[in-house]
């Protein structure tokens, strides 16, 4: 019997906001050692198009992402393929990018490449219930489509996660 390897696509904000705020290296470097292993064990990865998002910004975070072993997923024909059908599955999913700005340009392609590697897509955003908005998130896009996604939070539960916590005493 094959063993199913669940694996989980990455946002890049899942990154940006745990080195930034909850996860920062500085108290939790335990955190970025962990998704490192998960990177090399091919349980998560994340999008070329998100690697480029996040190393744009020549900062900590850029650095140590460039070393990690997490897989960067390059855009392949599939890819494409998956992107098309996202566009063409609902005319409203043109809103997940905000051209104007600049913003969420790697989003659709967190979906496509989740949908070519039937994984779940681990993402920060929240779904958006009003009826009167053109906005429309990961997490809408992801349902529209049949696919799966949680938050990283989710993920750390999925995975069985454990943190132990130390007190250094530095005076």
Not at 31 to 54: A, N, R
Request: proline share 4%.
């Amino acid at each position: 019997m094959n063993k199913i390897i669940k694996s989980y696509c990455l946002d890049s904000n899942v990154l940006i906001q745990a080195w930034q705020k909850y996860y920062s290296p500085k108290y939790c470097a335990t955190y970025w050692e962990i998704l490192d292993e998960l990177g090399y064990q091919s349980k998560i990865f994340i999008p070329k198009m998100v690697y480029e998002e996040i190393i744009r910004t020549d900062d900590d975070l850029s650095n140590w992402l460039k070393e990690s072993r997490i897989e960067v997923k390059p855009m392949t024909n599939a890819i494409t393929t998956c992107l098309k059908s996202i566009y063409s599955n609902n005319p409203n999913h043109k809103h997940l990018v905000d051209s104007k700005k600049g913003r969420s340009l790697a989003d659709p392609w967190v979906i496509a490449h989740a949908i070519n590697e039937n994984a779940t897509v681990v993402t920060k955003e929240e779904k958006v219930t009003a009826l009167n908005t053109k906005k429309i998130k990961i997490p809408n896009v992801c349902e529209n489509m049949n696919v799966r996604w949680i938050n990283d939070f989710d993920m750390i539960t999925e995975l069985g996660i454990k943190f132990n916590c130390e007190l250094h005493k530095s005076y």
